[in-house]
């Protein structure tokens, strides 16, 4: 039986609702609204090859708009990728059918679900393609946006960066169905709003009835066939809760699912519906490529490194970010670096001059920044994400969602801390590792010199997941040799003695300031033990823990550049919490302000006068 | 002597250039591409009143782009307000002149050096006079953007934000000097680009040589005159570093101090200029309107809330939220609820039945919106913002510039934790105590029932700076009658007695759990110490060390649904930290995903079962 694409459309309508139903919640009306649209793109225009949904020939599938996941779920099940029933899990613990898409669900690109970060994905994954040499025939991404989350700026800093790059595969999808949660949008249906803010930013542009399949296909033929230099956007006027009377258009049906006897009125509305469990052949891709394998360690060995840093040296840790990440993009492909026009201040400018074609210049847009990674992440790329420490905040949730899809991104914050100097509170990173910790599983590494700088970079390289390295505006002295090792987890003991009387846990600036401490301490005969806790997280429970114990006052100062709660001192903290020692936190406690670095290291609280003056206090 | 409007621009170009080789930092180059613009400005549309720089009939002026900041300090100097030799201690340590605006200068409206946020600042402010009945005649609100800037997604956030809401006494004014920090923009010299955006996003706009004074008058004359219900853009095409040979449009010029040979040069370069130290005559206000006093504490008292909550009675404290500040709204006419279209879900909808004329619609763009309260605050008003917890982490830069901005908004998040089942990690807020709690001097409280978050959030009220309220999206228990009281920086000890084993300290939904978890370990006669904790930061450290002390294995336990890093746990440690008292964390240590609370709370290894295993694991 040949079925026609209202019935199609239907059938996809029929298990939004059963799926929502049965879960007791979820939001059938925003899947209503673009179901006959996205049958069509299943029906007629989708190149996928199911098995392998991360097979770099097949098209994409975004939903930007995460909470019409009954939608996509109900779509690919009619693929045939797996049995319809499945469905009816949606929203269930141990399910892979979540209430937002989850990497759990292998279809999913990406989590989504905080709106407006989709386009940025369809951006990484178009931007790899588009680097990509083995694609000759670039497959297309589309992303479905709600017209809600247009109110969100990532998708105008991701609309410019599609045309900028000319990203002419994207096909974004705006599904304006006219009201979003508590009360109609900006601009209910008038399409011609989203067209000419699209047209603006240098997409082309068409506006079509969203229920009129003759419209759907004109507008997908003209988006996929076209030849042209810009991305395309189709705007699509419709409603919520198409196709059943009592939800269609209507306010105070957002997110809430149909209760039974409701249920059964709707799937009436319907029409008789054949019981057909795979109504979409999608289009198989005519080659497969599969993801590069991840560099292995031999190619990331810090051997291969260009300069050799010499001891006592003066060198910015984030001048090193620069050229010890141009060198391990020799041996991994993978690598790509990104930057928020600031290259020439964390250094990245220096993969650029080796790597060009894995260097994208992402302008002052920290959101789509982080979501294009996120997009090359899936695409099998390694992406390195740079810029000061105080402006990875812009994109905190971003980070989140990075986290959330399984992502692996490395990030690199420069300017970390007081120690900036002059510039002031506003470039100051002094949150950011308070915001990459509370992630699970993140790793967090702030390196003091040249050398740990250098050999814990090239470790990031080869661990999987989303790890954050924080680098320092300011020249320090190499104080590591070359055989030094570094690992992720691990920390070094600087100076110690039987007589030690407290540990000095610094990282980063603060070392070269415990550092100092010391010596001035020694003069008076207080014998202190000096750690770089060069991993913040995962920390070096073990050394910190046998420090307390070794130590006369079972003590530990921390000492950092960054807020006091969140950063070094509560990592610390919980390491050795169980144990029973003491734990003095040093870092900032207030808001600082212009000056120099040292001026400015003794105003917050944590130069070696400081620190002298603590340890005093406690032996 | 009359002077020149060129003579006076090139008298403020000379004191950007004094001030920023005197300080041997700095951006001079990005000044003198606004010199001219803003020079004509000052010198014959700004009214001001220079004494009382809140008088809220003051016109106001932004910049947006905090790194001409030399530019703002010559300008106000140049009205006289203060000396021009105070420009000399530019980004010097204690000076007010710092490396970016900070509220230490009066005249800046908020902290700017994060990019791409003044234009919000601008919103707040002009809604703030658009609501203001004492305001017949609206001052206008000038913004300076660099076009760099404009490549943040936040300023189309606020361009539709600004054009919905008509705010037609902003003028956006923005400086095209074509070069970023690190290369050329995304658009260039390409004046129509940002000029079809704007149009495209609600405003009328003029592109203008920004250094041809006939352009700049003729805008300024239609920017301020023309009645229409649309802001004002002012597209200026400019050259970083005009006026002077060596650096006009010249790259590699960004954030460079001259030194003294090439100061010389250019100074001749600007022609010879009289030494006087006031050449603008500001108009003042025909009127002058002062900040209204905040409100006083008896009318925040909680017997005016209208109803009182049953013991035993399940109410979630989100919907409490929203009943109270309509309550608290009554009485305290500076009250304003933000909310990003989940007014439903957060509850701020009842604020907006009560008061629809102090309640702003802000639609899905959570950094627009706070920067629009960061301007409401500055116009001396109260925010209110709320959103989902999880939501909150898009705004992080803003709530950090905010925090910097001295600004005086609260913030209430829903829907924190797994204890929101079914929509999956994307919506569940677990790193919001984290964000909140780094940024010093800030109040973090997380209420479990109704009447306590009732009595948290009159005290809120009278609190000054940046207080966070976490509330629950599903119904607890009424556990507190009306008598009891709550206090910032408060605990209540639930269950004591003189054989408690150990001590668990909850906050929220886990108060509950902890409460369970008692009864069950009290059938086997292991008692414990139940702590609720609600005052998250500041913390009640004297009572935790109390009970510390006083129970038996001197152990606090920990449980809360956030992430492990950052929250409850961490705060708990940090105030026992040299009391040497034992603590272990329970806190969610993996992704989430969906299901119901019950399971979650179990998955997430929070749950009185949890905890009865970990208080035997050490008793």
Redesign the interface.
């Known amino acids: 039986m040949k079925l026609t694409l209202q019935q199609k459309a239907n059938i996809v309508r029929k298990w939004c609702l059963i799926s929502t139903s049965e879960?007791?919640?979820?939001h059938p009306t925003s899947c209503l609204s673009a179901a006959d649209i996205m049958t069509v793109l299943f029906d007629k225009y989708l190149t996928y090859d199911l098995q392998t949904p991360q097979n770099l020939q097949n098209d994409r599938v975004i939903f930007s708009k995460?909470h019409a996941s009954p939608l996509l779920y109900s779509l690919f099940a009619l693929t045939g990728a797996y049995d319809t029933e499945e469905l009816k899990t949606l929203?269930?613990?141990?399910?892979r059918l979540?209430?937002?898409p989850?990497p759990?669900y292998p279809y999913a690109e990406a989590?989504?679900?905080?709106?407006?970060q989709g386009l940025s994905v369809g951006n990484g994954l178009a931007v790899g393609m588009q680097r990509e040499v083995i694609l000759q025939n670039k497959p297309h991404v589309y992303v479905l946006l709600g017209d809600?989350?247009m109110?969100?700026?990532?998708?105008?800093?991701a609309a410019?960066f599609a045309s900028?790059y000319k990203l002419n595969n994207i096909v974004a999808i705006v599904d304006v169905n006219r009201l979003?949660?508590?009360?109609e949008?900006?601009f209910g249906h008038h399409v011609e709003a989203y067209a000419?803010?699209f047209?603006?930013?240098g997409f082309e542009t068409i506006t079509i009835d969203g229920h009129n399949f003759d419209e759907i296909i004109q507008a997908f033929d003209k988006a996929t066939t076209n030849k042209r230099d810009k991305p395309f956007a189709i705007i699509a006027k419709t409603h919520k809760g198409h196709g059943i009377s009592f939800l269609q258009d209507k306010d105070n049906w957002h997110g809430k699912a149909l209760k039974k006897d409701d249920l059964e009125k709707a799937l009436k509305e319907l029409g008789e519906l054949p019981e057909e469990k795979k109504i979409f052949s999608v289009k198989i891709p005519a080659k497969s490529s599969s993801i590069e394998k991840p560099v292995n360690e031999k190619n990331s060995d810090s051997s291969l490194l260009l300069q050799t840093p010499k001891l006592g040296e003066e060198i910015a840790t984030r001048e090193v970010y620069g050229t010890t990440l141009a060198q391990l993009g020799m041996a991994n492909m993978l690598i790509f670096a990104l930057?928020g026009?600031?290259?020439?201040?964390t250094f990245s400018?220096d993969f650029k001059s080796a790597h060009a074609d894995r260097f994208i210049?992402c302008?002052?847009?920290e959101?789509?920044m982080v979501g294009v990674a996120l997009g090359l992440s899936r695409f099998g790329k390694l992406p390195f994400v740079s810029t000061f420490a105080?402006?990875l905040?812009?994109a905190?949730?971003q980070v989140?969602?990075a986290?959330?899809s399984d992502a692996n991104i490395k990030f690199v914050g420069s300017h970390a801390g007081v120690s900036i100097g002059?510039?002031?509170?506003?470039?100051m990173g002094?949150?950011d590792i308070?915001?990459f910790?509370?992630?699970?599983?993140t790793v967090v590494l702030h390196p003091c010199d040249a050398v740990s700088t250098e050999k814990l970079l090239s470790t990031l390289v080869t661990q999987p997941g989303i790890g954050y390295l924080r680098t320092l505006r300011s020249k320090t002295p190499v104080m590591y040799d070359e055989t030094q090792t570094f690992s992720i987890g691990g920390s070094k003991i600087l100076r110690e003695s039987p007589d030690d009387r407290v540990t000095i846990v610094a990282a980063g600036i603060t070392v070269f300031e415990a550092l100092q401490a010391y010596e001035i301490l020694k003069q008076e005969s207080i014998m202190v033990r000096v750690v770089d806790c060069y991993s913040i997280?995962p920390i070096d429970s073990k050394t910190l823990i046998r420090c307390a114990e070794e130590t006369k006052q079972k003590f530990i100062i921390t000492v950092e550049d960054h807020?006091?709660?969140?950063?070094l001192?509560?990592?610390v903290?919980?390491a050795v919490?169980?144990?029973?020692?003491?734990?003095?936190?040093m870092a900032?406690?207030?808001?600082s302000?212009?000056?120099?670095m040292k001026?400015?290291l003794d105003?917050g609280g944590i130069s070696a006068k400081h620190i002298v003056k603590k340890v005093k206090s406690i032996v």
């Open positions: 879960a007791g919640s979820g995460g929203r269930k613990f141990g399910s979540e209430g937002h989850t759990r989590a989504t679900g905080s709106l407006g809600g989350e109110a969100e700026g990532q998708v105008w800093e410019n900028y979003g949660q508590s009360q949008t900006m000419n803010k047209n603006a930013f930057d026009d600031v290259k020439n201040s400018i210049e302008f002052i847009a959101q789509n105080a402006f905040t812009r905190f949730d989140r969602m986290r959330l002059e510039d002031g509170s506003s470039q002094l949150e308070a915001m910790a509370t992630l699970p599983d997280k807020f006091e709660h969140g950063g001192g509560d990592l903290l919980s919490a169980e144990s029973g020692a003491h734990v003095k936190k900032i406690k207030h808001i302000h212009s000056g120099t001026e400015l105003d």
